[in-house]
């Protein structure tokens, strides 16, 4: 069964902190892996990443993926309040069209 | 230009009731995907159309549950005898092209049985 974890489930920082969220995934013919931030309504779209090794940067933002050790990070750097969110990792792939999601990292920053 | 449209936002059915949640695409966009978000879980893939086609339904429950996205209108997924097990929030989300590009969410519908 294609799945997708993240860790950690949830984190507090504070203001100025870095944080690295980690995400892992088995995904049978894997195509991409995407990274969402969730406030209170929809998911919006981050990065997607389907090449190992190159990193994407949004900002304080950033995103790599290691397809050998099947794996992601998202990196923030200088966090503020505002960061405070639900990040959401999905593979594209397996068995089904649709995006395998994880359970999320809920991120709360502290002023 | 407009993002993925859902509505209603919050609906509330009764244990026996028909759920009809709808969702718009962005303007360009022919794929539209719903997923389900249960308390405290991961979004749940359920079903992938585009226009006038259901090409995966693998995540989508076999009794009760149907998705249509017609030639005209918005994607429907309808939900028959509605129990309180079905109660979650409801994302459409669509893309451009097939499953090798991001998809962009809708607000949700939360759907709460009681």
């Known amino acids: 069964e294609d799945k997708v974890v993240q860790s950690p489930l949830s984190l507090v920082v504070h203001e100025g902190d870095t944080v690295t969220l980690n995400c892992s995934y088995e995904?049978?013919?894997?195509?991409?892996l995407l990274w969402y931030k969730q406030e209170k309504k929809a998911p919006t779209f981050l990065f997607m990443l389907t090449s190992s090794g190159i990193e994407k940067k949004s900002g304080r933002l950033s995103s790599i993926l290691d397809k050998k050790e099947l794996f992601s990070i998202l990196n923030i750097t200088a966090t503020q309040t505002g960061d405070s969110a639900i990040y959401l990792c999905?593979?594209?792939?397996?068995?089904?069209?649709?995006?395998?999601f994880g359970k999320g990292t809920h991120l709360i920053i502290q002023p | 230009n407009a993002g993925v449209m859902q509505n209603p936002r919050h609906l509330v059915r009764r244990r026996g009731q028909e759920a009809r949640l709808r969702c718009s695409p962005m303007?360009?966009?022919?794929?539209v995907y719903w997923y389900r978000q249960l308390p405290e879980e991961g979004l749940k893939f359920m079903v992938y159309?585009?226009?006038?086609?259901?090409?995966?339904e693998s995540g989508m429950p076999k009794e009760r549950f149907s998705a249509e996205f017609p030639k005209e209108g918005p994607s429907i997924l309808r939900i028959q005898q509605v129990v309180r097990g079905d109660s979650a929030a409801y994302f459409c989300?669509?893309?451009?092209?097939?499953?090798?590009?991001?998809?962009?969410f809708g607000p949700g519908t939360r759907l709460t049985v009681t």
């Open positions: 303007k360009g966009h022919s794929h």
């Open positions: 989300a669509s893309s451009p092209q097939t499953l090798i590009g991001e998809q962009y």
């Open positions: 999905a593979a594209a792939g397996g068995g089904a069209d649709g995006l395998t």
């Open positions: 995904v049978t013919n894997f195509r991409s």
């Open positions: 159309l585009q226009k006038e086609n259901i090409i995966d």
